[in-house]
């Protein structure tokens, strides 16, 4: 019977289409589709007792919020990662692919049906205490800060005595929040001057207000957001803490609606062993663009500050986050290598000031020296922007407090010599003292009022009264009378305001 | 979308809800009072239509659909507690209803984020479809007859979850109440509440 291979092939070829209808005709199920997910891509905080408002952790919990979870999802609210789909591979990446997003949608018109129970994936388990085991010293704040039920996102400063009778290395910092329903995001910060002891004891509440650091006086090290696995630093990195070090930690508060109590912790993990290689942050603008003259008008819907930095030294970074204030809109980084190939590094068109992420590249990437670092960040100080925080919208300059503005984006890099990394750290003093040559030169008050007193080597006590005579002897050197300076010109002026107070004082640009 | 619901008359179960009488704010309703009503269709409640409100003269009722985990209606806690304050003063009832929750989980809700009403259930969703609620937080007036002058979003404020302003630019609710207790109409009656979707099946086709 010769005849009967051949026809059962022509039978496979007909049934080839149709069986391929039918694997594709699967309609989607909680099991097989929608649970795998949620489990691990929303339940890290969709738990009980964390911070999203309820538990996405069984077939009914998720099926009676299909619809919202379908559209949140849909435009991109949840879960919470604010890098453009597609543009640069993160390795801390949550964000879902289209695809993933149809899903949800797709589950909903099917009629939200669980499927085979038994093919749920098991819930990954995330055990109680702490993440990376017990730490070897943990710093509570020293008091209870209460949250009120609504109002404004709060931004809060807590000094805990770390008592470190010797420089220390730490490979890993691990945050506890308090309750965890009102704790957004953290920043740490070391203080050696006993400053942020004067300013907590000043303000009666616990703890002290404002966004960030207004001026160099504390060391940023780093931070954590909701939703992410404390892990050790990589590569053999270290942080550096110098002995007597008092911890700030700035928390990021969010009102829940009702009034609440937060002490959060926070565990250090030491290393016997120091930094496998110095390593730092690249700040654009330096000094979360304090000397870049942000000044918005009013009811500005795009107000764009850029800011260009080329590395002097061969380093490799291996992530980047912003900063902004409320306003903050666009955020994006760019790299122009020296043979004029570009990349992204960071490019977020919807900002969100509640989630502060960092975002940690697949690969890490050289940057050998000479590479330009290009930042954009634009402002909406427009009434129709619902995170404005004023109402109706005000000019907004540069500034600490949550209705003032800043803009920076920040590299972490690790060099192979510390006198690179040295060597970095004064090109951001540098690129620094020429951004406030600039606003001097353009008369611009508002920064001059944020640095007088402090301006160039002959400028103490507030021997510059006003503008004009801060520019004084910066026009002095302007030979040629062009109203400008040279890059000539500009060499002696740098000099000048590098023995200023101002950069003298802004303690660490970077790491230690 | 022209709301037929908005002359709709109230059904008899809240009339059950409300003339319970024992009810002190900050508790929920039992679940069998509600069942008890349940059979009660709207075009039963339409013959039986009474205005137990009116008899406890007040000039308005105001429902507000809520869910104990939102995080945009919890953040509306401080906001509702204050209009209950103000407006209860001014001869207006208001009570919270649940749709998918556990007496229990209803009052602990309501005394956690400190709202000064009683809770009702509504398992079945029957208020909800009575009046046309579908979101939580939504706001619900109703007259001493037992018709929707009002629903919708409490004021601007929410824009979506995990998006609220800061300060709403209009305060509909307030502004719906003021117009009921000045005898005038109503501005809005119907304005769009943003938040989480109450759970109700898909309309038949």
């Given amino acids: 019977m010769p005849y009967r291979p051949v026809l059962r092939s022509l039978a496979l070829l007909l049934l080839w289409p149709a069986a391929l209808a039918a694997a594709e005709k699967r309609p989607v199920t909680f099991s097989e589709d929608i649970a795998p997910l949620v489990f691990s891509n929303c339940a890290a905080c969709h738990r009980p007792g964390q911070i999203g408002p309820f538990a996405l952790t069984d077939y009914e919990s998720v099926k009676r919020r299909a619809k919202l979870i379908a559209e949140v999802t849909e435009d991109r609210t949840m879960p919470p990662w604010h890098a453009d789909p597609g543009v640069v591979a993160y390795s801390n990446d949550r964000s879902l692919t289209k695809e993933q997003i149809a899903l949800f949608s797709d589950w909903l018109a099917a009629g939200t049906p669980e499927g085979d129970p038994a093919k749920t994936p098991v819930l990954p388990e995330i055990k109680d205490g702490w993440q990376m085991g017990p730490p070897d010293q943990i710093a509570t704040m020293p008091e209870a800060f209460t949250v009120p039920a609504e109002g404004r996102d709060i931004y809060r400063k807590f000094t805990i005595p770390l008592n470190l009778d010797k420089d220390t290395w730490v490979k890993g910092i691990e945050f506890h929040p308090g309750d965890p329903r009102v704790v957004h995001h953290i920043l740490y910060y070391l203080d050696t001057t006993g400053k942020a002891r004067e300013m907590d004891a000043k303000d009666p509440k616990p703890g002290f207000g404002g966004m960030s650091q207004s001026n160099g006086e504390f060391r940023y090290i780093g931070g954590w957001d909701v939703g992410t696995q404390p892990v050790e630093l990589p590569y053999g990195l270290r942080w550096f803490i110098p002995k007597g070090s008092d911890l700030v930690v700035q928390v990021h508060y969010h009102p829940i609606g009702k009034e609440t109590t937060d002490q959060s912790s926070v565990g250090f993990h030491y290393s016997d062993e120091p930094t496998a290689k110095p390593w730092s942050i690249i700040p654009v603008p330096p000094h979360f663009g304090m000397m870049q003259g942000i000044d918005i008008p009013a009811g500005e819907k795009e107000h764009i500050e850029k800011a260009s930095f080329t590395i002097p030294e061969d380093c490799t970074i291996f992530s980047v986050n912003a900063h902004a204030h409320y306003l903050g809109k666009r955020m994006e980084m760019s790299a122009t290598f020296p043979d004029g190939s570009t990349r992204w590094l960071l490019k977020t068109s919807n900002w969100d000031f509640k989630w502060q992420e960092d975002y940690a590249f697949k690969d890490p990437i050289k940057l050998p020296a000479g590479t330009r670092l290009d930042v954009l960040m634009s402002y909406d100080n427009s009434a129709e922007n619902p995170a404005n925080p004023t109402k109706p919208p005000k000019r907004v300059i540069w500034g600490p407090s949550t209705t003032d503005e800043m803009g920076v984006i920040t590299l972490s890099a690790i060099f192979e010599t510390k006198e690179q990394k040295e060597a970095t750290h004064q090109a951001l003093r540098v690129y620094l003292a020429n951004q406030m040559i600039d606003r001097l030169l353009e008369g611009s008050e508002t920064v001059f009022g944020q640095v007088r007193g402090q301006i160039g080597a002959a400028d103490q006590n507030k021997a510059s009264k006003n503008l004009e005579a801060a520019r004084a002897p910066l026009l002095a050197l302007d030979f040629d009378k062009d109203s400008k300076l040279s890059s000539a010109e500009r060499i002696p002026a740098i000099a000048y305001i590098l023995q200023g107070a101002f950069i003298k004082n802004l303690g660490a640009i970077g790491f230690d | ?205």
């Fill in chain 2, 1 to 205: 979308m022209n709301e037929s619901i908005a002359i709709f008359p109230l059904l008899t179960l809240f009339w059950w809800a409300t003339q319970a009488g024992a009810l002190a704010a900050g508790e929920a309703v039992a679940n069998a009072t509600l069942t008890r009503l349940a059979a009660v269709q709207p075009a039963e409640a339409h013959a039986t239509m009474i205005t137990p409100l009116a008899d406890r003269g007040q000039k308005a009722t105001v429902l507000f659909f809520l869910t104990t985990e939102c995080s945009v209606g919890n953040g509306y806690a401080p906001e509702i507690a204050r209009i209950v304050q103000e407006y209860q003063k001014r001869g207006v009832t208001c009570y919270g209803v649940y749709a998918h929750e556990t007496a229990a989980a209803v009052t602990r809700h309501l005394k956690d984020y400190a709202l000064p009403f009683s809770g009702v259930l509504d398992p079945k969703l029957q208020l909800a479809r009575l009046t046309g609620a579908t979101v939580t937080p939504e706001a619900c007036i109703l007259s001493p007859d037992s018709r929707v002058l009002y629903r919708g979003r409490i004021d601007d404020r929410a824009v979506k979850p995990g998006t609220v302003r800061a300060e709403p630019s209009v305060r509909d609710l307030r502004l719906s109440l003021d117009a009921v207790l000045a005898g005038k109409p109503v501005p809005q009656p119907v304005t769009r509440a943003i938040g989480c979707y109450l759970d109700l099946p898909a309309p038949e086709k």
